[in-house]
């Protein structure tokens, strides 16, 4: 029998606890085209969709419809690379694929679907299409990359948002996802005590990864503020992350089993989201847009029960 989400903390270890929570940032990551490989950053700026340059970039079908790892699990293994002017696609028996990153004039504005939300994105070009279909084959049909048009406001769920209008590019839902390393550790000692192989963050596809805390802090926290050299940052978390059988998916080879979501499902059901299985939160960033987040910050936050 699985059991709704608890948590991990005692009411003796609360008591002794200190009065605000404190972090420090141990990964970045940006996702440049949504359910493909990430880039691993020493820092990044923050912007009002999240972090610089993540989800800009989606796969759709020739009807315009988002494609991701639930129906093509070998877009895991497309790892896009960010310069100073271009987006790379790299994958294995691939010409890389530069793409500008200022788009030419005439590019092409088509309607795209991600979730229930139909916006206005840029067509990438004939190229970029084969590219992806080559590698991911034409069982979609044939394939197209699309960048989110900045210009449309996409809002998050205002169920979640407290008041705040939230914007985002092509992530599932909100600009930030937080999760911790210590959630992944308690994670990874439930599957080696069932003779299973460790996973990592990849996984996760998180933004901000936290360091120096306890398992599933992060779902405990009210307003974060991270001190930048610049001023504070300050994200809000509102939601906890459910999560789908993307994590089931091996990175490196883009084999699904079922080991992580049927681990996850024993002790991670959260009534917050109906049940459903979470990993991480979802924040708004509320202030400090434009600082610039590094590996190593200070993260503070009062407890929220």
Known sequence: ???????????????????????????????????????????????PTGLAWDRAWMVVDAAGDMLTQRELPRMALIQPELSDRALVMHAADMTALHLPLSLPPQTTISMVHVWEDEVPAFDMGPAAGAWLTQFLGDSHGHLRLVRFDESHARLASPKWTQGAQALNQFSDGFPVLVVSTASLDELNTRLSQ??????????????????????????????????????????????????????????????????????????RQDARVNGAISFGMNALPLAGIGHTLRVGQAVSAPWSF
């Open 1 to 47: 029998m699985t059991s709704a989400i608890q948590p991990l903390h005692t009411e003796a270890q609360d008591a002794a606890a200190p009065h605000e929570f404190q972090a420090r940032i141990g990964a970045l990551w940006v996702y440049p085209i949504k359910s493909c490989a990430g880039i691993s950053l020493p820092q990044a700026v923050l912007t």
């Open 194 to 267: 069932q003779g299973l192989a460790a996973v990592d963050m990849r996984r996760f596809r998180a933004n901000l990864v936290l360091s120096q805390v306890q398992a599933h802090d992060e779902d405990r926290v009210g307003l974060m503020t991270i001190a930048t050299d610049t001023g504070p940052v300050q994200l809000n978390p509102v939601k906890p992350c459910p999560r789908c059988p993307i994590p089931n998916i091996d990175p490196d080879t883009a084999v699904s089993t079922p080991a992580v979501s049927d681990t996850l499902q024993v002790y």
